[in-house]
Nanobody, 126 residues
Framework: QVQLVESGGGLVQAGDSLRLSCAASGRTFSNYVMGWFRQAPGKEREFVAGISWSGGRTYYADSVKGRFTISRDNAKNTVYLQMNSLKPEDTAVYYC???????????????????WGQGTQVTVSS
């Protein structure tokens, strides 16, 4: 069974950077597409970024393209989300998720992901 634990959230000012980490347990972590989602208060959970099993394919929501970078280190069973030029509208709880049904194609719908972390809060002040 895969378990995911996010870390790295916090309170920052607009324009600052943060790096989120998601540590996964389980020997087959490298077989999965991994994704980052976020949920702001009163809003639905939305896709942020996803990465294929090898890291060779990445996909981003338009709202974060050019500012956020997703990466993974399969040797460390960890996926990262580097967030630069943060904006107040990036404020949300950020979730890491695993899509165990796919290795290459990155899905953007949350129902495609079957394992979720507990989330980490990111707050960006103006």
């Amino acid at each position: 069974q895969v378990q995911l634990v996010e870390s790295g959230g916090g309170l920052v000012q607009a324009g600052d950077s943060l790096r989120l980490s998601c540590a996964a347990s389980g020997r087959t972590f490298s077989n999965y597409v991994m994704g980052w989602f976020r949920q702001a208060p009163g809003k639905e959970r939305e896709f942020v970024a996803g990465i294929s099993w090898s890291g060779g394919r990445t996909y981003y929501a338009d709202s974060v393209k050019g500012r956020f970078t997703i990466s993974r280190d399969n040797a460390k069973n960890t996926v990262y989300l580097q967030m630069n030029s943060l904006k107040p509208e990036d404020t949300a709880v950020y979730y890491c998720a695993a899509d165990r049904a796919h290795m290459v194609a990155v899905r953007t719908a949350s129902h495609e992901y079957d394992v979720w972390g507990q989330g980490t809060q990111v707050t960006v002040s103006s």
